[in-house]
C-alpha cells in the first residue's frame, strides 16, 4: 500500500512511500542482528569496485536462514529490513524446547500475517511454505527458490518477484522454471522454493521526490558521461552538446546497453538433452 503526502514543502510534493505502519515499530532481534559497516563500494584493497555509494544512514544487518527445512513455525512479526526491497519475517518454533524457542529471519511472502502458521509438506495448504519442485503443480508461482538442492536459497528474492512453474521431467529429474526477466532455467526437482511471492509489490512504484532521501539511502550522484571531458569518459568532449555518436559504453570502452553483463554457470547448461527439454 501506498503513501502519499500533502505538498507542505518542496521534498514532499512528489513524495510517495510504502505504508510501512503495519510492520514491527521496534528493533531487530538482537540475536539474529549485527551492525553493518559502510564499504562506500570499496573491496578489500581500499579500491572503488561499486561506484556513485557511500554515506547513508546507520544500518543493521538481519540474518536470513536459507537452508533449514522449516516445519509447524509460527510467524511472530512481519518487519522492515533496509537491506534488502521485500520484507522479512520473524518465526518460531510452536513446541517449547528446554531452554528456548528457536527463532530465525526468512523472506516474507505476499499476504503472510502475524500468527500464520509455515509447513513444509507437500500440501499446499498456505502461502510462504516450503516445498520441493517436484510436489509443485504446473503453473503455480514461487520466490526464493534453490539453484541446486540444500545450497540455500537464490532466486527470485526481490520485492514482488517471482517464477513461474513450466516443466517437470521424473525422468529427468529436472523442472523448468519461467523468471521475471524472461529467462528460463533448469533446475532440480529436489531443489526448494517457496509458495506465493516476495512481499512489498509496491517498492517499484515509490517516488523518492527528492535527491537528499536518495542520499540517506547511500546513494551517492551519478555524473552523465557526456558532461565530461575527453580524457574522462569516451562519451565526452566536443563543442556544446552532444549525444556522444557512438554505442552506449562504459569509461573503459565496454559497451553497457543491451548486452548481458553476465552469465551465471547455473544457465549455461551445455548437455544437449536438457537444451531439448528447455525448447520443447
Known amino acids: 500500500m501506498l503513501k502519499r503526502y500533502k505538498p507542505y514543502t518542496p521534498g514532499t510534493r512528489q513524495l510517495i512511500i510504502v505504508d510501512k505502519s503495519s510492520l514491527l515499530k521496534s528493533s531487530p532481534n538482537k540475536q539474529l542482528s549485527r551492525g553493518l559497516p559502510k564499504s562506500s563500494g570499496r573491496n578489500n584493497r581500499g579500491r572503488i569496485t561499486v561506484f556513485h555509494r557511500g554515506g547513508g544512514n546507520k544500518r543493521k544487518y538481519r540474518f536470513l536462514d536459507s537452508k533449514t527445512n522449516f516445519n509447524n513455525v509460527i510467524v511472530e512479526s512481519i518487519e522492515y529490513d533496509p537491506n534488502r526491497s521485500g520484507f522479512i519475517a520473524l518465526i518460531r518454533t510452536k513446541k517449547v524446547n528446554q ?6 529471519y526468512i523472506l516474507a511472502s505476499d499476504g503472510l500475517k502475524v500468527g500464520d502458521t509455515i ?3 507437500s500440501n499446499l495448504n498456505n502461502i510462504g511454505q516450503i516445498i520441493r519442485i517436484k510436489d509443485v503443480p504446473i503453473g503455480v508461482t514461487l520466490f526464493n527458490i534453490e539453484l541446486e538442492p540444500n545450497k540455500g536459497f537464490k532466486l527470485c528474492r526481490a520485492a514482488g518477484t517471482f517464477a513461474s512453474l513450466l516443466k517437470k521431467d521424473f525422468n529427468l529429474g529436472y523442472g523448468l522454471l519461467s523468471l521475471p526477466s524472461g529467462k528460463r532455467v533448469v533446475i532440480s526437482l529436489n531443489c526448494r522454493g517457496m509458495i506465493g511471492r516476495v512481499s512489498n509489490l509496491d517498492h517499484s512504484s515509490r517516488v523518492l521526490g527528492k535527491a537528499g532521501r536518495s542520499r540517506w539511502l547511500g546513494k551517492r550522484p551519478v555524473v552523465r558521461g557526456v558532461a565530461m571531458n575527453t580524457i574522462d569518459h569516451p562519451h565526452g568532449g566536443g563543442r556544446g552538446k552532444t549525444k556522444g555518436g557512438r554505442p552506449s559504453v562504459t569509461p573503459w570502452g565496454r559497451l553497457t546497453k543491451g548486452k548481458p553483463t553476465r552469465i551465471a554457470k547455473h544457465f549455461k ?7 531439448k527439454f528447455i525448447n520443447s
Open 119 to 121: 509447513n513444509n509438506d
Open 99 to 104: 531452554f528456548k524457542n528457536f527463532k530465525s
Open 269 to 275: 547448461r551445455r548437455n544437449t538433452i536438457l537444451n
